[in-house]
């Protein structure tokens, strides 16, 4: 089995680089073959711009989609875009590593999707969801968040965390990956800040031990559901008959006035 981590964070000594090499190690100990990305080392230009096509199908206006899907048809994607998509390609599982920043990932992280993600060659009209690229592949979320679980509750002053990431879950499920569960490593900046050492090495040890158990229990972990090709009308809706899994989707109340 080959899993591919994209690590997003411009320290390798923090604790999110730390993860990742908890998580590459603890696939290898049960016979994974591992690969990373580590975006900033590598300095993986996170924005799109006109310099990266050779050829232009119109070298007078940048229009995104239309260079990628040239680019896709002529096989000149850019070279940095090319190697992740194989990396993605060989891999059975994906898992990105990533902290949350201004409830978002950090940019180097969206462009990383922006570039990779590309029109064509990636995703498109016939091409997406459970007919996507990755389909039959894993994907998987890791992020450490600055507070507690409690304040990424339903009821939380930092937003319900599984709406916060559902952007990101659903850009995976668009390009056909079977999405799991993510693993949030809860409190780790007001670890850092406000306990004492000896609190903060207990709170970040017990973690990585989470880490190192989601590992071995991928099997078993909960896959998040996603509304298939089916399930939505001509006019881009989610039909009437069809199941919605996220308040992002959701059928129309009707009231009845008499």
Same mark, same amino acid.
């Given at each position: 089995?080959?899993?591919?981590?994209?690590?997003?964070h411009?320290?390798?000594?923090?604790?999110n680089?730390?993860?990742?090499?908890?998580? @590459?190690?603890?696939?290898?100990?049960?016979?994974?073959?591992?690969? &990373?990305?580590?975006?900033?080392?590598?300095?993986?230009?996170?924005?799109?711009? %006109?310099?990266?096509?050779?050829?232009?199908?119109?070298?007078?206006?940048?229009?995104?989609?239309?260079?990628?899907?040239? @680019?896709?048809?002529?096989?000149?994607?850019?070279s940095?875009?090319?190697?992740?998509?194989?990396?993605?390609?060989?891999?059975? *599982? *994906?898992?990105?590593?990533?902290?949350?920043?201004?409830?978002?990932p950090?940019?180097?992280?969206?462009?990383?999707?922006?570039?990779?993600?590309?029109?064509?060659?990636?995703?498109?009209?016939?091409?997406?969801?459970?007919?996507?690229?990755?389909?039959?592949?894993?994907?998987?979320?890791?992020?450490?968040?600055?507070?507690?679980?409690?304040?990424?509750?339903?009821?939380?002053?930092?937003?319900?965390?599984?709406?916060? *990431?559902?952007? &990101?879950? *659903?850009?995976?499920?668009?390009?056909?990956?079977? &999405?799991?569960? %993510?693993?949030? /490593?809860?409190?780790?900046?007001?670890?850092?800040?406000?306990?004492?050492?000896?609190?903060?090495k /207990?709170?970040?040890?017990?973690?990585?031990?989470?880490?190192?158990?989601?590992?071995?229990?991928?099997?078993?972990? %909960?896959?998040?559901?996603?509304?298939?090709?089916?399930?939505?009308?001509?006019?881009?809706?989610?039909k009437?008959? /069809?199941? &919605?899994?996220? %308040?992002?989707?959701?059928?129309r109340?009707h009231?009845?006035?008499?």
């Open positions: 089995m080959q899993a591919h981590i994209v690590l997003a411009p320290e390798s000594k923090s604790y680089a730390h993860l990742a090499r908890v998580t @590459a190690h603890s696939l290898g100990k049960l016979g994974w073959d591992v690969t &990373v990305s580590d975006l900033y080392a590598m300095k993986f230009d996170p924005c799109e711009r %006109p310099e990266h096509y050779i050829e232009r199908k119109n070298i007078d206006r940048f229009d995104v989609q239309a260079e990628q899907k040239f @680019a896709s048809d002529r096989g000149s994607i850019p940095a875009v090319t190697a992740e998509i194989a990396r993605l390609d060989n891999a059975d *599982l *994906l898992i990105i590593q990533y902290p949350m920043w201004w409830h978002l950090p940019a180097m992280l969206k462009g990383w999707f922006d570039r990779v993600f590309i029109y064509g060659e990636v995703y498109g009209s016939k091409k997406r969801f459970e007919v996507g690229r990755f389909s039959g592949k894993r994907a998987m979320l890791s992020v450490t968040v600055a507070t507690s679980r409690e304040s990424y509750d339903y009821d939380g002053r930092s937003g319900d965390i599984d709406l916060l *990431l559902w952007p &990101v879950h *659903l850009s995976l499920a668009y390009v056909g990956y079977t &999405v799991m569960a %993510p693993f949030v /490593a809860y409190g780790v900046e007001a670890g850092l800040r406000y306990s004492a050492e000896s609190v903060v /207990a709170r970040l040890e017990r973690v990585e031990e989470d880490l190192v158990t989601r590992m071995r229990t991928l099997d078993r972990t %909960p896959v998040i559901p996603f509304n298939r090709m089916s399930d939505w009308g001509e006019d881009g809706r989610i009437a008959s /069809a199941p &919605v899994y996220s %308040p992002f989707i959701r059928h109340q009231l009845d006035i008499e």
